[in-house]
């Protein structure tokens, strides 16, 4: 890979030395020392692995000052957002850094004259898989762009000992594979043990007067857990701002183990030791359903009270009254999974620093903001009450509390309407009862919001209806967005030169700047260099592909590709019953004159969820077949790359013609991937759901291939009574399809290994695909014609490009800061330099 751009911002440094120095001489003397004395190795024993070490030491190295003047800065009294987030998903940091540092092209000249291969120790590094997918990536573009907006913030998650698992096909069958990712070392982390903090849990509470005669709760807890932080510097683009990502790790409290001990039970000690730990030793990899384990729970309490007292402390440490606590800090609670932080808050507010209630309410309200990701009734997160008081005892009834004086509001605003009362207590009292952390969060922020517009509408109208006409002032939208660094500068490097070359390199922080490319869709040497990129980045996908998994692909086809995680209501299957129908017109008529077509696919599926796993199943089988039938040979492939994930999104994003978003009206909140596609030049099949509808009206109904019911129509059919076999009766070729998998065609001879899917389409297809299926096939056609039409079909993708400056993260950011956490950028200063350790020997 070329460097993207020229480097352009070099650390302002005053002596060349190996710790900050950018000469070619000083990073390759740097890089040997790095590999020396950090990892311990001559050159000649030395492996890859150590090589990249020594190469992210060098760059880290590089990147301090910028952080520590940061952190310096921000102890002068700014107010700072904190971004609370189960997950992560930051993906490698070198590149990333390289870029943001503008060092790109000096430090591939030093590693190339040391007679390595950027490309290679770029290959070594193990991304963080701390998240699931959207959500946890999301958090990542959206510290990327706090940093690059020179926003003062603090990233705060769980160090996840063992991340999102590494995906395997095995026969076709996901296989979950440990995700190690910290085995050889963490370059980017600094752990910081002597800032940690203590978090308890379980026992009871103990009501007592205070010396003054106060009445004061207290909280006995019967075990004490020890959260210690890793820092990870999240770097602007060329800026100064290098702000943090504070991870927490469990580990066990030492007084602990030598009470046990002291009585001779060493193996207890260790034991807990060992139960300590497991606290933080791996991410759930579910996406959009909660499984509400215990374990659960007590990561999201664990991370959320150390954040908190992070901050309290933070506060203290520059001797402002903790009554200020909101003016200091805007906490995000990054879906339901940090909602636990408003009762926390109000625990450390009232029991530990004696602040009253009313007070304690007006600073907790005041502080946090809710971003709800999902429409999905298996997604809202509730606790039973059981197990929520066994835990955190003192917590339930703070949000008694709590829930007590809301609804003495509810009921001044509503007198006698119980229906209303239920629905928006904090407590599901339906049945076995609940804490619901939906309202939790909804009742303990100042600000609600959904994350596209689509989904706050639908919000407002569904599952937030209640609280909406109660606090209507509350609500308000922010669409999500993509930084355009790594989703662009990044990973299509080929297309940043070429764009940054006609329009300059500001649309790199300007995202609405590419609108300077449309005047160039209709320049016909332009169009021609568009089209030869697009072909070179499929020519490096397709050779990723034949190395991976043995198979050929044609760059020259039309590269379709659905990569996301698996589920029922994203509709890889909707996809899959288009393949075969694609399938059996080409068996039908040889000569058919098609559009040929390479098919791809990626994601995981939830470990427990059997229907997404039998869809790869399905995908992968369709595959075997298609790909082995000398009937179709050139015309069509079906692949599905296994362990879709940022780096591979990296590769994938930029080499698609066609980006698929075909969930069902009315269930994707807003999607990022289909940003990531049509950022990178692919022409989007969509659904009017999630972002898709802001996309279509950004690059133009006729640059967006639409199809199928609307949320409306989904809702209306539901109601007048779906019967999805009527569909299978009427529709030939649908029926075809269906029965071709019934047949055990795809699964040699097996009948019955994709029964459940077929019965579930049949019988329920809760998702609606039958009934969108015409729509697509036909939708599907259209694309088909339009891409034979090739200087057409690159117009589009251009002018797609062009106009999708709104889906910046910056944009979004930029949003969230003004509307939501009223907070302004804070430059930084490069004042406290420390070139080779000299400001220690002044
Ligand atoms: C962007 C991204 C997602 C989200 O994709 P959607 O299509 O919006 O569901 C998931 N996983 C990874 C690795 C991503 O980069």
């Given at each position: 890979?070329?460097?993207?751009?020229?480097?352009?911002?070099?650390?302002?440094?005053?002596?060349?030395?190996?710790?900050?120095?950018?000469?070619?001489?000083?990073?390759?003397?740097?890089?040997?020392?790095?590999?020396?004395?950090?990892?311990?190795?001559?050159?000649?024993?030395?492996?890859?692995?150590?090589?990249?070490?020594?190469?992210?030491?060098?760059?880290?190295?590089?990147?301090?000052?910028?952080?520590?003047?940061?952190?310096?800065?921000?102890?002068?009294?700014?107010?700072?957002?904190?971004?609370?987030?189960?997950?992560?998903?930051?993906?490698?940091?070198?590149?990333?850094?390289?870029?943001?540092?503008?060092?790109?092209?000096?430090?591939?000249?030093?590693?190339?004259?040391?007679?390595?291969?950027?490309?290679?120790?770029?290959?070594?590094?193990e991304e963080p898989g701390l998240g699931n997918g959207g959500l946890g990536?999301?958090?990542?573009?959206?510290?990327?762009?706090?940093?690059?907006?020179?926003?003062?913030?603090i990233g705060y998650g769980i160090r996840y000992e063992f991340g999102i698992?590494?995906?395997?096909?095995?026969?076709?069958?996901?296989?979950?594979?440990?995700?190690?990712?910290?085995?050889?070392?963490?370059?980017?982390?600094?752990?910081?043990?002597?800032?940690?903090?203590?978090?308890?849990?379980?026992?009871?509470?103990?009501?007592?007067?205070?010396?003054?005669?106060?009445?004061?709760?207290?909280?006995?807890?019967?075990?004490?857990?020890?959260?210690?932080?890793?820092?990870?510097?999240?770097?602007?683009?060329?800026?100064?701002?290098?702000?943090?990502?504070?991870?927490?790790?469990?580990?066990?409290?030492?007084?602990?183990?030598?009470?046990?001990?002291?009585?001779?039970?060493?193996?207890?000690?260790?034991?807990?030791?060992?139960?300590?730990?497991?606290?933080?030793?791996?991410?759930?990899?579910?996406?959009?359903?909660?499984?509400?384990?215990?374990?659960?729970?007590?990561?999201?309490?664990?991370?959320?009270?150390?954040?908190?007292?992070?901050?309290?402390?933070?506060?203290?440490?520059?001797?402002?009254?903790?009554?200020?606590?909101?003016?200091?800090?805007?906490?995000?609670?990054?879906?339901?999974?940090?909602?636990?932080?408003?009762?926390?808050?109000?625990?450390?507010?009232?029991?530990?620093?004696?602040?009253?209630?009313?007070?304690?309410?007006?600073?907790?309200?005041?502080?946090?903001?809710?971003?709800?990701?999902?429409?999905?009734?298996?997604?809202?997160?509730?606790?039973?009450?059981?197990?929520?008081?066994?835990?955190?005892?003192?917590?339930?009834?703070?949000?008694?509390?709590?829930?007590?004086?809301?609804?003495?509001?509810?009921?001044?605003?509503?007198?006698?309407?119980?229906?209303?009362?239920?629905?928006?207590?904090?407590?599901?009292?339906?049945?076995?009862?609940?804490?619901?952390?939906?309202?939790?969060?909804?009742?303990?922020?100042?600000?609600?919001?959904?994350?596209?517009?689509?989904?706050?509408?639908?919000?407002?109208?569904?599952?937030?209806?209640?609280?909406?006409?109660?606090?209507?002032?509350?609500?308000?939208?922010?669409?999500?967005?993509?930084?355009?660094?790594?989703?662009?500068?990044?990973?299509?490097?080929?297309?940043?030169?070429?764009?940054?070359?006609?329009?300059?390199?500001?649309?790199?922080?300007?995202?609405?700047?590419?609108?300077?490319?449309?005047?160039?869709?209709?320049?016909?040497?332009?169009?021609?260099?568009?089209?030869?990129?697009?072909?070179?980045?499929?020519?490096?996908?397709?050779?990723?592909?034949?190395?991976?998994?043995?198979?050929?692909?044609?760059?020259?086809?039309?590269?379709?590709?659905?990569?996301?995680?698996?589920?029922?209501?994203?509709?890889?299957?909707?996809?899959?019953?288009?393949?075969?129908?694609?399938?059996?017109?080409?068996?039908?008529?040889?000569?058919?004159?098609?559009?040929?077509?390479?098919?791809?696919?990626?994601g995981k599926a939830a470990p427990g969820y059997f229907m997404a796993k039998?869809?790869?199943?399905?995908?992968?089988?369709?595959?075997?077949?298609?790909?082995?039938?000398?009937?179709?040979?050139?015309?069509?492939?079906?692949?599905?790359?296994?362990?879709?994930?940022?780096?591979?999104?990296?590769?994938?994003?930029?080499?698609?013609?066609?980006?698929?978003?075909?969930?069902?009206?009315?269930?994707?909140?807003?999607?990022?991937?289909?940003?990531?596609?049509?950022?990178?030049?692919?022409?989007?099949?969509?659904?009017?759901?999630?972002?898709?509808?802001?996309?279509?009206?950004?690059?133009?109904?006729?640059?967006?291939?639409?199809?199928?019911?609307?949320?409306?129509?989904?809702?209306?059919?539901?109601?007048?009574?779906?019967?999805?076999?009527?569909?299978?009766?009427?529709?030939?070729?649908?029926?075809?399809?269906?029965?071709?998998?019934?047949?055990?065609?795809?699964?040699?001879?097996?009948?019955?290994?994709?029964?459940?899917?077929?019965?579930?389409?049949?019988?329920?297809?809760?998702?609606?695909?039958?009934?969108?299926?015409?729509?697509?096939?036909?939708?599907?056609?259209?694309?088909?014609?339009?891409?034979?039409?090739?200087?057409?079909?690159?117009?589009?993708?251009?002018?797609?490009?062009?106009?999708?400056?709104?889906?910046?993260?910056?944009?979004?950011?930029?949003?969230?800061?003004?509307?939501?956490?009223?907070?302004?950028?804070?430059?930084?200063?490069?004042?406290?330099?420390?070139?080779?350790?000299?400001?220690?020997?002044?």
């Open positions: 890979m070329n460097a993207p751009l020229e480097d352009s911002l070099t650390p302002q440094i005053r002596v060349e030395d190996d710790r900050t120095g950018l000469s070619i001489t000083t990073l390759r003397s740097a890089l040997a020392d790095n590999l020396f004395y950090i990892q311990g190795k001559f050159p000649g024993t030395a492996t890859k692995n150590d090589y990249y070490m020594a190469l992210a030491y060098t760059v880290r190295d590089r990147l301090l000052q910028r952080w520590l003047n940061t952190t310096q800065t921000y102890r002068k009294n700014v107010k700072v957002v904190c971004y609370l987030s189960a997950e992560f998903l930051i993906g490698p940091q070198l590149v990333n850094n390289l870029i943001n540092l503008g060092i790109y092209a000096k430090i591939r000249q030093a590693v190339e004259e040391s007679g390595l291969s950027l490309q290679e120790l770029i290959e070594q590094e990536r999301l958090a990542a573009c959206y510290l990327d762009s706090l940093s690059t907006l020179e926003i003062p913030a698992f590494d995906q395997e096909i095995r026969d076709g069958w996901q296989v979950e594979i440990t995700d190690k990712w910290l085995q050889y070392g963490n370059p980017w982390e600094i752990a910081r043990p002597e800032e940690y903090v203590e978090v308890k849990f379980g026992g009871r509470s103990e009501h007592y007067y205070d010396e003054k005669g106060n009445y004061r709760v207290r909280w006995i807890p019967d075990r004490v857990v020890k959260g210690v932080p890793y820092d990870t510097p999240i770097l602007g683009y060329q800026v100064n701002t290098a702000n943090t990502l504070r991870l927490w790790k469990a580990e066990a409290i030492e007084s602990f183990d030598f009470q046990a001990f002291n009585i001779g039970d060493y193996y207890g000690a260790v034991d807990a030791k060992i139960v300590s730990e497991n606290l933080t030793k791996i991410l759930y990899p579910n996406d959009e359903v909660i499984q509400g384990k215990e374990l659960r729970l007590q990561q999201q309490y664990f991370f959320v009270s150390c954040a908190l007292q992070d901050m309290i402390r933070l506060l203290l440490s520059t001797e402002v009254s903790l009554e200020t606590f909101h003016q200091q800090f805007a906490v995000q609670l990054n879906d339901t999974h940090p909602a636990i932080g408003v009762a926390e808050l109000m625990r450390l507010l009232v029991d530990e620093h004696r602040i009253d209630w009313d007070k304690a309410w007006h600073i907790t309200q005041n502080t946090f903001a809710f971003t709800n990701h999902t429409l999905l009734p298996e997604a809202l997160e509730k606790w039973p009450i059981e197990l929520f008081g066994r835990l955190l005892p003192r917590h339930l009834e703070i949000i008694y509390e709590i829930n007590q004086r809301f609804l003495d509001r509810v009921r001044m605003k509503y007198p006698r309407d119980l229906g209303k009362l239920s629905r928006l207590s904090l407590i599901d009292e339906s049945g076995e009862r609940y804490v619901r952390m939906a309202n939790l969060a909804c009742v303990g922020s100042h600000a609600i919001n959904g994350v596209a517009e689509l989904h706050t509408e639908l919000l407002k109208k569904t599952v937030l209806k209640d609280f909406y006409e109660f606090f209507p002032e509350k609500f308000a939208n922010v669409t999500n967005g993509v930084t355009p660094r790594r989703w662009m500068v990044l990973s299509n490097p080929r297309l940043t030169r070429l764009i940054t070359e006609k329009i300059g390199d500001r649309w790199i922080t300007h995202l609405d700047d590419l609108r300077k490319l449309e005047t160039l869709a209709d320049d016909a040497s332009f169009r021609q260099q568009w089209r030869q990129i697009k072909q070179e980045t499929k020519g490096d996908l397709a050779a990723y592909i034949r190395k991976k998994l043995d198979i050929i692909v044609d760059p020259k086809s039309l590269f379709d590709i659905q990569v996301k995680r698996i589920h029922e209501y994203k509709r890889q299957h909707l996809n899959v019953l288009h393949v075969i129908t694609f399938y059996n017109r080409l068996k039908h008529d040889r000569d058919l004159d098609i559009t040929p077509r390479t098919f791809i696919f990626g039998l869809i790869i199943k399905l995908i992968v089988s369709v595959a075997n077949i298609v790909n082995n039938d000398p009937d179709v040979r050139d015309r069509m492939k079906v692949v599905f790359i296994p362990d879709f994930n940022v780096t591979l999104g990296q590769r994938i994003y930029p080499a698609a013609d066609l980006s698929e978003q075909i969930s069902t009206a009315g269930k994707e909140a807003s999607g990022t991937g289909n940003m990531k596609f049509a950022l990178n030049g692919a022409l989007t099949i969509g659904t009017l759901d999630g972002a898709n509808v802001e996309i279509r009206e950004e690059v133009g109904a006729e640059n967006f291939f639409l199809f199928g019911l609307t949320t409306e129509e989904v809702y209306g059919l539901k109601a007048r009574g779906y019967r999805p076999f009527d569909y299978y009766n009427q529709n030939a070729e649908l029926k075809a399809v269906i029965d071709l998998i019934s047949s055990g065609f795809f699964s040699h001879g097996d009948v019955d290994l994709f029964k459940p899917l077929i019965d579930n389409l049949l019988y329920r297809d809760d998702y609606m695909l039958l009934a969108d299926y015409q729509s697509y096939i036909d939708t599907q056609e259209k694309v088909s014609q339009a891409y034979r039409d090739r200087e057409n079909w690159t117009r589009m993708s251009i002018l797609n490009v062009a106009r999708m400056g709104k889906f910046s993260s910056d944009r979004s950011i930029r949003e969230y800061a003004q509307k939501i956490w009223k907070v302004e950028p804070v430059p930084v200063e490069l004042l406290q330099l420390c070139p080779g350790g000299q400001c220690l020997l002044v």
